[in-house]
């Protein structure tokens, strides 16, 4: 009751996933960060399990429908003590709960997260964007922004069979990643450096470039896709697809050029010049692309490394 003695309704200052059940001390610290953030947007609070470690997270639909977008859109996910972004597709269910999916498993992978972990989901929109701060109890391990020593423990192929880029393609019975014929001189260890930091997600297809001068010139320049790796993964027409950097927010439409009369599929022209200069990529640098699965568009996340002092980094 106000002053005036009427019933005034707040809203919650958090909300508890099904089944998520908080110790006292949880509480205390959720209680604590709820009095320091002062979130407009109540928290969404979950605990790890099976399925959220394995790869996607199911928000539900009551805080979805009232709180999220109602419609299928990328947001950002933030650590608290890291400079970090994670982009992930928001996908709508039927039910009208929400899940986070790609981007999440990348998340988890990078943070460290465990099962049994509490996560309390900061959500804010600024302009039709939607960012998510996610915090971790559990004794404030997650929070202090160290290296996670998971990075290391990383599965991913190297020194696999040669894909070239206009030459005869081989199928990779055990491996959807696919290299140039300038990245398949890269060594093993120049491919442990790069992987190690791409941290790609299982399951999604790769390719990696060595980019050349026709790659990145601002005229005639043509970044062309493994034929295998375009027939397995791509749509046989021409197309756009999105690029997406890890810690950018930026998004880049780039037209996918597909002509099975020349035998030639892959990114040309103006777009994706802009693509090329907005992200300053030159003769040299290494291009991971790694196509998403589970979104609705054409989607790749470009990893792109620079080598220096003789090792190879990953450039924001």
Not at 148 to 176: I, L, M
Not at 250 to 262: D, G, L, P, Q
Not at 282 to 299: I, P, S
Request: some cysteine; proline content about 3%.
């Amino acid at each position: 009751m106000n002053s005036a003695g009427l019933r005034e309704i707040t809203e919650p200052h958090y909300v508890l996933a099904t089944g998520c059940n908080l110790t006292t001390a949880q509480k205390a610290e959720v209680d604590a960060l709820v009095k320091k953030v002062r979130p407009v947007i109540p928290f969404y609070i979950t605990a790890m399990n099976k399925t959220s470690m394995s790869g996607s997270l199911v928000i539900c639909k009551d805080y979805a429908a009232k709180y999220l977008p109602h419609e299928e859109q990328f947001i950002t996910l933030c650590h608290p003590h890291k400079s970090n972004i994670w982009v992930d597709n928001l996908k709508v269910i039927t039910d009208g709960s929400c899940m986070l999916s790609v981007g999440w498993s990348c998340f988890v992978l990078h943070n460290e997260l465990r099962e049994s972990d509490i996560c309390l989901f900061e959500v804010s929109k600024n302009d039709g964007e939607v960012t998510m701060v996610v915090h971790s109890l559990e004794g404030g391990h997650h929070l202090q922004g160290k290296e996670p020593e998971s990075q290391n423990k990383c599965s991913y192929p190297v020194k696999v069979e040669v894909t070239e880029e206009e030459e005869s393609d081989k199928e990779h019975a055990e491996s959807s990643y696919y290299y140039s014929r300038y990245a398949y001189d890269l060594t093993g260890e120049e491919q442990e450096e790069i992987f190690r930091s791409a941290l790609i997600q299982q399951g999604n297809p790769v390719y990696v470039a060595v980019l050349q001068e026709n790659h990145v010139s601002s005229r005639n320049n043509l970044l062309t896709f493994p034929r295998e790796f375009a027939a397995k993964h791509l749509a046989e027409r021409s197309h756009d697809i999105l690029l997406l950097r890890p810690n950018r927010r930026e998004k880049w439409c780039v037209r996918y050029y597909y002509h099975s009369m020349m035998r030639i599929q892959g990114f040309s022209y103006r777009s994706w010049t802009k693509f090329v200069s907005d992200n300053g990529l030159q003769e040299g640098h290494v291009c991971v692309f790694e196509l998403m699965k589970g979104v609705c568009e054409a989607t790749m996340m470009v990893h792109v490394f620079r080598k220096f002092n003789g090792r190879f980094v990953l450039l924001d």
